[in-house]
């Protein structure tokens, strides 16, 4: 009796262990590098940009060809791998455009980051638009239009994936969409993926 009582504690000790190192380690380190890489890297750019070039151009398009990896990459693989949500567009039998979020839920059997992904995502999703709002400010108040007009295009593209996840984590179900949103939601992210001429059907779960 005394041993079927040690064996259950072992195994309780192991099982919280286990929830421990689940927490803590990285499970998809690549995928947390890249959800950070493109976005953190279009911000130094744009902050040290007048050191290096006095050509707008090239900054213009080296910032938004790294922002469109950013969104890609986060709206495509860095969702499902860390926290597990994606969104979609799709046409319907009828011809009619339909938004879709979905959250998968978060159970053994399923290939969700760990605790530290989940933070290390929504830190990022959330923080860099942050700083783009800034920037948007300083540009308007010192007149930078040329500038301004990037701002604009760079906190469309972080606040299009922003606003979709946000959908996901407030209405998505496993298998079935969210609710739709508002048309003003869905005028903006049409836009964008308009601009971006990105394929935006769902990718499979893995």
């Keep these: 009796m005394a041993d079927d009582t040690e064996d259950v504690e072992l195994d309780f000790a192991a099982d919280e262990e ?27 750019v744009y902050l040290l940009c007048d050191w290096f070039s006095k050509n707008f151009a ?23 791998l860390l926290v597990g949500l994606r969104w979609w567009n799709q046409i319907d039998e009828d011809g009619k455009s339909l938004w879709v979020f979905e959250a998968k839920k978060n159970s053994q059997g399923h290939n969700i980051g760990t605790v530290a992904e989940a933070r290390i995502f929504w830190l990022g999703l959330i923080i860099c638009p942050l700083i783009w709002t800034f920037l948007f400010f300083t540009s308007l108040f010192a007149l930078k239009i040329k500038w301004l007009v990037l701002v604009v295009a760079s906190l469309s593209l972080q606040a299009a994936n922003l606003y979709g996840y946000l959908r996901c984590k407030s209405g998505g179900e496993e298998g079935l969409p969210a609710d739709g949103p508002s048309f003003m939601g869905q005028h903006f992210l049409q836009r964008v993926s308009c601009i971006l001429h990105l394929d935006i059907s769902p990718l499979v779960y893995v």
């Design 18 to 44: 286990g929830r421990t190192m689940r927490s803590a380690v990285l499970r998809h380190p690549l995928a947390s590098f890249f959800h950070l890489f493109f976005r953190v890297c279009a911000i130094i």
């Design 58 to 80: 090239p900054c213009f398009i080296l910032i938004i060809t790294l922002l469109s990896f950013d969104f890609w990459s986060v709206k495509n693989v860095t969702g499902r």
